[in-house]
C-alpha cells in the first residue's frame, strides 16, 4: 500500500490517536520514521484497557503494526509493553514467529512509562529534544487501539466504539467496547450503579484525567470512567483553584527540589524544572523569564503534584495555567533550548506503579475490569464534533434525518488537520448544533 492511499483511508475513517490527545494518525505517518513502536505501556493506575486489547487482538494488531512498517519503510518496530502484563506478553510471543521484524521491548512497572518521549528513550536510548515530537528522531509512537482501528479501517470499518474501563466505586468493574457518545451516566450504570456517597467522577487516569458529570460523554480518546471519593486527596487536587494553589506555593514551597528531581522530563535533559519556577512565581520574579517560558516543556504528567512534593503543592497545575497563559498571548515556546545530559540517577529516580498506587490511596479500587461480554444499550449518544487535534469536523446531517451506524455524519475540514466523525449506531438525528450531533436510538 502507498503511504498517500493508507493516509487517505485513516482520515476517511476518522482514525486518531486514541490515547492522548487525541492527534489525526494519518498525519502521524512519515517516511522520515525509521522505527515504530506501538505503545502497550499503560502507565496511568488503574487502567486495564490496552493490555486487554492487546492480548484480544494480538495477530490483527501485531500485521498492521507490520504492515504501516512497510508502508512507512521503517526498519525497526517494536512492541513497547510492560513486563508485568504477563498474558499479553505471552500472547505477543506465541505471534512473534510470524513477525520476524517485530521486537518486543519489556518496560519497567513505573510512572508515566506510556509517556511518547519516555517510551521513545525506553526502547531506542534516542533522547526527543524539549518540544519536539518523537518524529524527530525518527520514530513514531502508535497506540494499542489506533492501531486496531487501522486494522479495522482496512475492513473499511471506521471508529465507532471505544474501549472505556469503568472503576473505582462502581459494583462491577469492567472494560466496555462503549459507542461514541454514550454518556457516563450509561457507562456508571452498565458498571452497576455507584457503591458510595459523595464520590467524583474523572474521565481519564487518575493522574491526567479531568472531573467530569454524568452527562459527559465517550469520545475517540476516553480511556477510563473513574468514581472516586470525593475527600481522595487526588480529587481535591483536581477542584482546587490556581488562585489558592499560588497562595500556598506562596507560603510553602521549601524549594527541596524533589519536584525537579523526579520529573521524568527533566531526568531526560529538558529544560523543566518545576522547582525553579515555583521559586519564580511564588516569589514574584521578573527579571528572569525563563523558567515561565520553560513552562511549555511540562508534559503535564502530574508527578511533581501528586507524587514528589512533601508539602502538598500543585507545581502541575501553576505551570499548566502558565502555559496555557503564554499561549493565549500568543508567546511561543523557546526554539531549540539548551538541553542537559540524561541524569545518571535517572534508573533510580523513577516512580514505582505500586508505590504511586498506594500514595494515591487507589490501592482499594486495584481490581481487574474484565471485557464485557454483552453490550452496552443506550438510547441516547451525544457526538462531538471536536475529538481531535485540529479542525473540528462539519456536520453534514440535519435533525429528523434517519443515519445508519457507521454513516459519516460529520465530515473533516478542508485543507486542514482534521478527520471524518460517523454515526455509532443506527438511530435518527434529533439535534445538530456547532459541538455535537445527538442521535436517538
Ligand atoms: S517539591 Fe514542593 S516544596 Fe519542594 S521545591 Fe517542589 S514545589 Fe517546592
Ligand atoms: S507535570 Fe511536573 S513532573 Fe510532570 S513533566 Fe510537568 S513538571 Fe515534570
Redo the contacts with the bound molecule.
Keep these: 500500500m502507498k503511504i498517500e492511499d493508507l493516509k487517505s483511508l485513516l482520515r476517511e475513517n476518522g482514525i486518531v490517536g486514541a490515547g492522548g490527545a487525541g492527534f489525526p494518525t494519518y498525519a502521524k505517518l512519515d517516511k522520515r520514521a525509521d522505527t515504530l513502536i506501538l505503545n502497550c505501556a499503560e502507565c496511568e493506575p488503574l487502567l486495564r484497557l490496552h493490555r486487554q486489547v492487546l492480548k484480544m487482538f494480538t495477530h490483527e494488531i501485531l500485521s498492521t503494526l507490520s504492515l504501516i512498517a512497510k508502508t512507512v519503510e521503517a526498519d525497526n518496530v517494536y512492541v513497547g509493553v510492560k513486563g508485568s502484563y504477563k498474558r499479553t506478553v505471552e500472547a505477543i510471543n506465541a505471534e512473534l514467529e510470524s513477525f520476524p521484524n517485530i521486537k518486543v521491548c519489556k518496560l519497567p512497572e513505573v510512572y508515566p512509562a506510556g509517556d511518547e518521549v519516555v517510551l521513545t528513550y525506553e526502547a531506542t536510548g534516542r533522547v526527543v529534544p524539549a518540544g519536539e515530537i518523537p518524529l524527530s528522531v525518527g520514530v513514531t509512537v502508535l497506540n494499542v487501539e489506533t492501531v486496531y482501528n487501522i486494522y479495522r479501517a482496512m475492513q473499511n470499518l471506521p471508529v465507532t466504539h471505544k474501549y472505556v474501563t469503568v472503576t473505582g466505586e462502581v459494583a462491577s468493574p469492567v472494560t466496555v467496547y462503549a459507542p461514541i457518545g454514550t454518556s457516563v451516566r450509561d457507562l456508571i450504570k452498565f458498571a452497576g450503579g455507584v457503591t458510595a456517597e459523595n464520590t467524583a467522577i474523572i474521565l481519564g487516569g487518575p493522574m491526567m484525567g479531568n472531573l467530569v458529570s454524568e452527562a459527559d460523554v465517550v469520545t475517540k480518546t476516553t480511556n477510563a470512567v473513574l468514581v472516586l471519593p470525593e475527600n481522595l486527596p487526588l480529587v481535591q487536587k483536581k477542584l482546587s483553584k490556581t488562585a489558592i494553589d499560588m497562595k500556598r ?1 506562596m507560603s ?9 528531581s523526579l520529573c521524568p522530563r527533566n531526568l531526560l535533559g529538558h529544560p523543566i524544572d ?2 525553579a519556577f ?2 519564580a512565581a511564588s516569589n514574584g520574579i521578573t527579571n528572569d523569564a525563563v523558567p515561565y517560558l520553560n513552562s511549555a516543556f511540562c508534559s503535564g504528567c502530574g508527578l ?2 501528586m507524587y ?4 502538598g ?1 500543585s ?1 502541575r497545575m501553576l505551570l499548566t495555567a502558565c502555559k496555557s497563559s503564554l499561549r493565549a498571548k500568543g508567546v511561543k515556546p523557546p526554539k531549540s533550548p539548551e538541553m542537559h545530559f540524561v541524569d545518571n540517577a535517572r534508573p533510580n529516580r523513577m516512580i514505582p506503579l505500586s508505590r504511586l498506587r498506594s500514595r494515591l490511596g487507589l490501592d482499594p479500587y486495584n481490581k481487574s475490569a474484565p471485557v464485557a461480554e454483552k453490550d452496552i444499550k443506550v438510547k441516547k449518544l451525544k457526538i462531538l464534533l471536536s475529538q481531535h487535534i485540529g479542525a473540528p469536523a462539519t456536520a453534514i446531517v440535519c435533525k429528523g434525518d434517519k443515519v445508519e451506524a457507521g454513516q459519516i455524519i460529520a465530515a473533516a475540514a478542508e485543507n486542514a488537520l482534521s478527520v471524518n466523525i460517523h454515526a455509532s449506531l443506527s438511530g435518527t438525528v434529533a439535534e445538530v448544533n456547532n459541538k455535537s450531533i445527538t442521535i436517538t436510538l
Design positions: 506555593a510553602a514551597c521549601c524549594q527541596c527540589s524533589y519536584c525537579t518545576p522547582s515555583m521559586y511533581c503534584e514528589s512534593c512533601g508539602q503543592l507545581p
